[in-house]
């Protein structure tokens, strides 16, 4: 497979996961400002899986465009990170998975910004906006929540300590991205996984947080088509109607 | 206290807009996240607008009642109003 393409399908696959999971929330926010700031993120980020989807069919060649590549492929064909892909579960969870994601995708945007590639370098220029007020919303809502009350400080530490896990897999260096490296379309995994942690260390300091262990064992297997069980599921929602009426236009 | 969050009113001087202009309300924690909320609710992100958020209880409003005393002697005074003068073309949005 063209690494070019994978590469591609990985930051759409992401973006249109977590914008999946972040609408089944559309009405169920903790308060109604917040429901409106959930939903926002949301379609901030099927936004970028649109440009990413679309570029993404014109390097293949093959005739795919956006909406056949997010309702007609199957589960080993996604290439999301295996974080974005874990369940809502409390508001905890979501804004640490959220949290993790933004300052992970941050820094990556901030670094595709100078991607030999044009195309990926607008996207980019035209996500950095929106991931930026990401990024500062769910790092606050992190302080706000692990510097609040007792039991939400026990809540989102718990979170913290459940999602580290899926972390490492942002910085997995496989052949797609080594082929992406050499050919200056993406930044070194290395240089994001150090921003990654810095910042992530200077939030949880300041949100009373305990930072679990960079070295522990890190689940991977998202960005190659292997995922949990839970993915299946989350498709055969989302692409029920396709699949039922293909080629039907909407 | 309450447990609801208080009611924060929001100003917004659009990109273009010569003055903040009261375009609704909204509960928030705090004013940090009033900015935040205000945005989300009431900008859809344009750029180039200003955001101002007061908490309702820090406002006063005259009251219907005193309405009278308060506008109506100088709106049968016309010489208190200055409508006489040419004003110059340069300042018609004064």
Not at chain 1, 44 to 55: E, H, P
Not at chain 1, 61 to 76: M, N, P, Q, S
Not at chain 1, 133 to 159: F, I, N, P, W
Not at chain 2, 30 to 56: L, P, Q
């Amino acid at each position: 497979m063209d690494a070019r393409f994978d590469y591609l399908l990985r930051q759409g696959d992401n973006a249109l996961i977590l914008s999946q999971q972040l609408s089944q929330l559309c009405g169920k926010g903790p308060a109604l400002e917040e429901d409106m700031a959930l939903t926002n993120v949301a379609l901030d980020l099927l936004g970028q899986t649109r440009m990413w989807l679309t570029y993404a069919g014109e390097v293949e060649g093959a005739g795919r465009d956006e909406d056949r590549l997010a309702y007609l492929r199957d589960v080993r064909a996604f290439r999301n990170c295996l974080l974005v892909e874990q369940p809502n579960g409390d508001y905890a969870q979501v804004m640490v998975r959220q949290f993790f994601f933004d300052t992970w995708h941050y820094f990556l945007m901030r670094a595709l910004l100078a991607s030999s590639d044009r195309r990926i370098a607008e996207i980019a220029e035209k996500s950095i906006k929106e991931v930026t007020y990401h990024l500062r919303r769910s790092g606050d809502l992190v302080v706000r929540l692990g510097d609040g009350t007792e039991a939400s400080h026990a809540r989102m530490q718990a979170a913290v300590d459940a999602l580290w896990t899926y972390t490492g897999e942002f910085f997995v260096y496989d052949e797609v991205e080594r082929a992406m490296l050499a050919q200056g379309v993406a930044p070194a995994p290395d240089a994001l996984r150090a921003a990654f942690l810095q910042h992530v260390g200077e939030v949880f300091e300041e949100a009373t947080l305990r930072m679990p262990d960079p070295e522990a064992y890190m689940q991977r297997g998202g960005k190659q088509g292997r995922h949990g069980e839970r993915l299946g599921y989350l498709l055969a929602e989302m692409q029920f109607l396709q699949r039922a009426y293909p080629g039907a236009e909407w | 206290m309450s447990k609801e969050w208080p009611l924060w009113e929001v100003f917004i001087r659009s990109q273009h807009g010569l003055a903040h202009k009261h375009v609704g309300s909204l509960h928030a924690p705090d004013a940090g996240m009033a900015v935040n909320n205000a945005r989300d609710v009431y900008t859809r992100r344009n750029e180039g607008v200003s955001i101002w958020v007061v908490k309702a209880a820090d406002i006063v409003a005259s009251s219907p009642a005193d309405k009278d005393a308060l506008f109506e002697p100088s709106n049968s005074k016309v010489y208190r109003h200055p409508t006489f003068f040419p004003m110059p073309e340069e300042v018609k949005n004064l």
